[in-house]
């Protein structure tokens, strides 16, 4: 289901740009501690394409909009500057979620902690002073907890430096993953039209600032209304186990029920229902679908092959950070990097059209990005990173390659959203990192190396789930649904995300004075000790195994534009091999049917229907949501979750 196309709209009738980014913004900034606290004190709420505390807060804000526009029509907000809000409550959540999960325990943790692991001791001497505490002085208090936030604020002074230069890092991948999509965003929105399936549920919301149709529809309130009550049922049953509940999270896993080898290696296959998931899977196109599900398939089917012929397979198998059979993450690698040359071959001509302007200068509309100031801005954040990994000893050409393959990455991640709209992309530990393992391998790179490299640079190698570029896409996206400055909604984006990542390391600190601080050093220790131990020639398996899968997206693009209605999307191949989609698989395959079936027997009547229907469930599950993490940040105890994970462990 793709959203209807873009059409320009009023932005807001008598007002000027300039006041309505300044309301939209002003409002956002107010709201934004309160999604950042959010995202950190309750991280099973934003692990999703779809994140909770975005969706909530515009829902909110559109309800509190309904009585403004009836007795103070002046003081309403227009459709314009609550897709504004909505675009910068996303981006503050996804700064403030995983690169903030991942960047601020190190900070803290090699020195709090080093007298408990040799391993942290081996790394201490090769962390920098402006990036990381290296010692307990300073941090006693903060090691006990039990600090109320007064505390917190008079000990900022301590933290802000080190928050200040971490924010300076990952601003400026943000800040060239935006210009890139400013640079773009003409070529992926208007010119190749890609769908966007996941901004349906915020452009409903927004749609006519509360006094839409939309809210008016039966099938909204009674699908929102089903889903909420299962919802509060589920919850309930949580907290008092003798009252009944409905199973829709994980409903089994297939692995029990295979015992013989080589079966029995096809590592952890929940059969997981998630309503919301498969409502957001109704909006893909059905045969991005189908790949979605038929490529996770035969990444089992890999496993179980690569295990008759003796290599073990584990939960997930693939190999990890070290390349071994049959090699997920390369083949990933291998595919992402062939999405990304395939959108640079069709975009081909407006990159000239685009280097042209860069050169001689473009139009003149000042509601565009100009793309000197937006190919300035790319040029200049890689630099500034590379001049800072200068600065922490390491080779200039490295950081400008390890930059450029990270952005290419996400580059691709970002379209593969736009085409797909995954319920989530869960790319488990793959970045960089393995690119150099199996292309240079280890040998020769020190402790020294290796430790600024892994501490500095882990936020481009975790999970991506909550990575920013697609939601600045999708933000822009919107923008021009409602004819919005491009302009402004950059200077929108470029203020969320700094405030995001500020405000994700406050919300952090202050739970942790709190509560006390846990060890986070540990993986980027485990990851140095592994390469730096045993030193590794290049691998040309895993050389291979980036090339093949290369090589199969290359192939899928070209039979699907010479075959038409060929069922395998290239897409589908580089989500389905990586760790992700089995969390969600069977509600895709389910949704698959249900749409197949509607647009069967009802057509686009019946398309339309099922359109709201999933809106309905999504709003509802995510209202549930929104009750039971509250509960949960206020008594801090566990509450039931829709989300894939559960607040008591990964697979609850």
């Known amino acids: ?32 501690p309160l999604c950042a606290y959010w995202a950190q004190a309750e991280p099973v709420c934003r692990i999703f394409s779809l994140m909770v505390p975005p969706v909530v807060f515009t829902l909110a804000a559109v309800a509190a909009n309904v009585p403004l526009r009836l007795k103070l029509p002046r003081f309403a907000l227009t459709e314009a500057e609550l897709v504004t809000f909505y675009a910068m409550q996303s981006v503050v959540c996804a700064m403030a979620s995983e690169w903030v999960d991942v960047v601020h325990p190190v900070i803290y943790s090699y020195g ?16 920098s002073d402006w990036l990381f505490f290296r010692s307990r002085e300073g ?7 039990g600090w109320g936030p007064m505390h917190t604020f008079s000990r ?72 909420f009550s299962i919802d509060i049922l589920n919850g309930l049953a949580f907290l008092y186990p003798a009252l009944p509940s409905i199973n829709v999270r994980f409903l089994a896993d297939a692995s029990d029920w295979l015992h013989s080898p080589p079966w ?9 229902l998630f309503p919301f998931m498969a409502a957001l899977g109704l909006f893909m196109p059905a045969d991005l679908l189908f790949s979605c599900v038929f490529f996770f398939f035969v990444r089992k089917a890999q496993q179980v092959a690569a295990a008759s012929l003796g290599h073990e397979q584990g939960v997930f198998g693939g190999g990890g950070l ?50 000197r100031w937006a190919f300035a801005g790319l ?20 950081v400008l390659a390890y930059t450029a393959v990270f952005l290419v990455f996400s580059v691709a991640l970002t379209r593969l959203r736009a085409q797909l709209g995954p319920p989530s992309h869960e790319m488990a530990f793959m970045g960089p990192n393995q690119l150099v393992v199996g292309f240079k391998g280890t040998q020769g790179l020190g402790d020294s190396f290796l430790a600024k490299v892994v501490t500095t640079f882990h936020f481009m190698n975790r999970i991506h789930r909550t990575h920013p570029m697609p939601h600045q896409l999708e933000a822009m996206k919107m923008g021009e649904r409602y004819g919005m400055s491009q302009r402004a909604l950059f200077i929108a984006i470029l203020i969320a995300t700094i405030a995001g990542c500020v405000l994700g390391h406050l919300s952090r600190l202050g739970i942790q004075y709190r509560w006390g601080p846990g ?35 290359i192939t899928l693009d070209a039979i699907r534009f010479r075959v038409p209605g060929f069922p395998f999307h290239p897409a589908g191949y580089a989500l389905g091999m990586n760790f992700g989609v089995d969390y969600y698989w069977f509600g895709l395959l389910v949704a698959l049917l249900v749409k197949l079936f509607v647009q069967r027997y009802w057509g686009l009547r019946g398309h339309d229907r099922l359109r709201v229907v999933a809106i309905g469930i999504v709003i509802g599950e995510f209202v549930a949501e929104a009750i039971w993490a509250s509960m949960a940040m206020v008594t801090r105890s566990a509450t039931y979750t829709i989300s894939i994970n559960g607040r008591l462990g990964w697979d609850q």
């Open 379 to 398: 040029v200049v954040s890689i630099l500034a990173l590379d001049a800072i990994g200068i600065a922490l000893g390491l080779p200039p050409v490295f």
């Open 139 to 145: 941090l006693e208090d903060f090691a006990t907890g």
């Open 1 to 32: 289901m793709r959203p209807d196309a873009p059409q320009a709209r009023p932005v807001a009738q008598g007002r000027s740009v300039g006041r309505q980014l300044a309301r939209s913004v002003a409002l956002s900034l107010l709201v934004a």
């Open 156 to 227: 900022l002074p301590l933290w802000l430096p080190k928050i200040a230069a971490w924010t300076l890092i990952v601003s400026l991948a943000a800040i060239a993953m935006l210009c890139i999509n400013s640079l773009m965003r003409e070529q992926w929105t208007i010119k190749e039209k890609l769908a966007f399936p996941l901004i349906q549920v915020p452009l409903a919301i927004t749609e006519g600032a509360g006094n839409s149709p939309f809210w008016r529809r039966r099938e909204l309130w009674f699908s929102a209304g089903i889903m």
């Open 112 to 127: 709090l902690f080093s007298e408990r692991s040799e391993r942290y001791q081996r790394v201490l001497p090769h962390l």
């Open 264 to 272: 029995n290696q096809i590592g952890w296959t929940p059969v997981g």
């Open 322 to 371: 070290v390349p071994g059979a049959p090699y997920f993450s390369e083949q990933s690698w291998g595919a992402f990097i062939a999405l990304f040359c395939l959108a640079a071959w069709v975009g081909r001509g407006h990159i000239r059209t685009v280097w042209k302007q860069v050169v001689a200068g473009g139009p003149t509309d000042r509601r565009v990005v100009p793309a």
């Open 519 to 553: 060890d986070g050093a540990g993986e980027t220790a485990n990851v140095i000790a592994l390469l730096g131990d045993s030193e590794r020639p290049p691998n040309v398996s895993a050389m291979l195994a980036v090339a093949a899968g290369f090589g199969v997206v």
